[in-house]
Each structure stands twice: as structure tokens, then as C-alpha cells.
């Protein structure tokens, strides 16, 4: 197969998705998104997705966008980056459109993604990872690159593949036995994180400023951390309270998606994220109030404020 014909789909219209788009066509990888957000769609195929790097330089790259799976028939590679709760949805136009013997990745938040997937496509055509790269969406068909890191693919007959290309587009990429153990080791970190900040409506960093603050995403990961102890899931770190401290004041000023989504007005990711703790924590025995309280918050305050476009101009 040639790396550099072979189209690769992107699945989503968000930060994450625009951050593939642009650094996948930035290596002359030929990208098509497959999205459901109608501004965006139409920036990206009118000027094509604008990048601003780390440097503050901003580049713009080609790439083909459609809501429609039906222009995408055959896709042999697709890149899942919807948000959790749009899995449902990306599933049922993957089913339309990718090849018998595709792949589709999930690089998604929070648990359960690659099940949602695999009743719809099989589990032999979806591939579980998890990234810890980061980006924001200044507006349609613009976006920032934000922290750096690695994408970890599961062992899976397609993973050597799906990792070349990536590599190709100067990813960092590593295939692991089990990916169980970075999901949780992440699902912790956005648990303890991202509806606090939404809540307290404050950059990651703030979270460190508020001694309060500190306290409470303390005592969220390390409940969270004992449901993943007593589900039997060792996490990729071995203190992780100093692990969430430690990428909090990594990304001190970014935006956490949660806060993002709740500064919008529309549905987070906290059933996905806080909630998938409160579901294994009543299957293994151990209370979870914290990750309870967070989401029982963030649900009352969903679809209550500005724009975040008002909120950070």
C-alpha cells in the first residue's frame, strides 16, 4: 500500500479532529474529514484547516470535508476523534463507508468508545489508543496545537500500519499490548481536571493557585485512582496525585475541553469520563463521591452560560 495515496479519514469536526487534519496533510497524507459540524465543514473545504503551531506560526493545508459517508465509500483508514458522546453516531456512518478490511482508530476520551464502535463494525476493523496531544479550536477550520505527546495503539493486526502513517506525519507513536492502563491513567487525569475547571471556570493552571481547588482534585484522583486499584487496573504512573499535579502545571494555560464544551453551552463528556469512574466504582464496591458530586455539577451548569467565545474575549 502506498503510504501517501491512502486517504486517511478523520472522524470528527472538533479541535482534536482540525489538529489530525492539518498535520496529516501537512506531510502530503491525503485527508478526508467526515463531520457533522456545518461551519466547520464548509471552512475547511473553502480554505482548507489552518494550523498555528507552537511558535505562533500559522500554515494552512488541503483537505476534503463532508457530512456525508456516502462520498467516502471504501475508506480504508479512519481516525476516530468525535466527542464521546457522538460515538454512537460515528459508528453508524463508519459502518456506511469503511472498507471490509479497514481500521477504524479510536483516539477518543473517556471509556467505552471501542465497544460503541465494535458492535457496529466488528471488533476486528476497530483499534483501541489513547494520545495525550492537545489543541484548541480558535473557530472553524482554525486551530492550535497544544501539548505535546505520544499516540499509543493497541496490538492489533492494523497497528503497524495505522502507526507508520502516523509517523509518516511526525507523531510520536508506540503499539502496546493492552491500552486498559493508559485509558484509566488518562481517564484519572480528565476526571480530576476538566470538570473542575469548567466548574470553577479557570485555565488548568488555576486548579493549582486555589488551594481548595488543589484539595479537591486531590481527593477526585485519588478516589478515582482506587476504583482503577480495585478493578485491577495498574495505572502507567506510580503516584497519581503528583501525576495530575505534574500536567496541570504542564498545561497551565490551556482550556480543558470540558470547560470548553459547558462555556458553549452544550453536552460535555462527563458521563464518559467522571461517569465511567461512578459506573466501576458500583461494580467493584468502592463509593464515589467526589466523581459523583462532579458530575451531578457539571450536569446542572450544562447549557447555562455564555459562549466560550464571549467568555475569552
Not at 453508524?92 to 463507508?97: A, G, P, R
Not at 486548579?207 to 477526585?220: G, H, V
Not at 467493584?284 to 466523581?291: K, M, Q, R
Request: a negative charge; charged letters at 20%.
Amino acid at each position: 500500500m502506498d503510504m501517501n495515496k491512502t486517504p486517511v479519514l478523520i472522524v470528527g469536526s472538533g479541535a482534536m479532529a482540525s489538529l489530525f487534519a492539518a498535520l496529516l496533510s501537512a506531510h502530503n497524507l491525503k485527508v478526508r474529514v467526515l463531520g457533522t459540524w456545518k461551519e466547520n465543514i464548509e471552512a475547511l473545504n473553502e480554505f482548507g484547516v489552518r494550523f498555528i503551531d507552537h511558535q505562533g506560526q500559522e500554515s494552512i493545508y488541503p483537505v476534503e470535508a463532508s457530512d456525508d459517508p456516502q462520498k467516502y465509500l471504501g475508506s480504508r483508514l479512519a481516525i476516530v476523534l468525535v466527542k464521546s458522546y457522538q460515538t454512537q453516531g460515528a459508528a453508524e456512518k463508519l459502518e456506511k463507508c469503511l472498507a471490509e478490511d479497514g481500521a477504524a482508530l479510536t483516539l477518543q476520551n473517556g471509556l467505552g468508545n471501542d465497544d460503541i464502535l465494535a458492535e457496529k463494525l466488528g471488533t476486528q476493523r476497530v483499534l483501541s489508543g489513547v494520545t495525550t496531544l492537545g489543541a484548541t479550536l480558535i473557530r472553524p477550520g482554525l486551530v492550535r496545537m497544544g501539548g505535546s505527546g505520544t499516540i499509543s495503539i493497541g496490538d492489533h493486526n492494523k497497528a503497524l500500519l495505522l502507526a507508520e502513517i502516523l509517523r509518516l506525519a511526525g507523531f510520536k507513536v508506540e503499539i502496546v499490548p493492552d491500552t486498559r492502563s493508559l485509558v484509566w491513567g488518562k481517564l484519572v487525569i480528565n476526571a480530576s481536571v476538566n470538570p473542575l475547571t469548567g466548574l470553577l471556570d479557570v485555565r488548568n493552571g488555576g486548579l493549582m493557585e486555589n488551594s481548595f481547588a488543589r484539595e479537591m482534585m486531590k481527593l477526585i484522583t485519588l478516589e478515582s485512582a482506587a476504583v482503577a486499584d480495585k478493578g485491577g487496573i495498574d495505572l502507567p504512573y506510580p503516584d497519581p496525585v503528583d501525576m495530575v499535579e505534574n500536567v496541570v502545571q504542564k498545561t497551565a494555560s490551556n482550556y480543558s475541553s470540558m470547560y470548553i464544551d459547558l462555556h458553549r453551552g452544550g453536552p460535555t463528556e462527563i458521563d464518559a469520563i467522571n461517569g465511567a469512574i461512578i459506573r466501576k466504582g458500583n461494580e467493584v464496591g468502592i463509593p464515589t463521591e467526589y466523581n459523583t458530586a462532579m458530575r451531578m455539577l457539571v450536569m446542572a451548569k450544562t447549557g447555562t452560560q455564555k459562549s466560550f467565545e464571549e467568555r475569552i474575549s
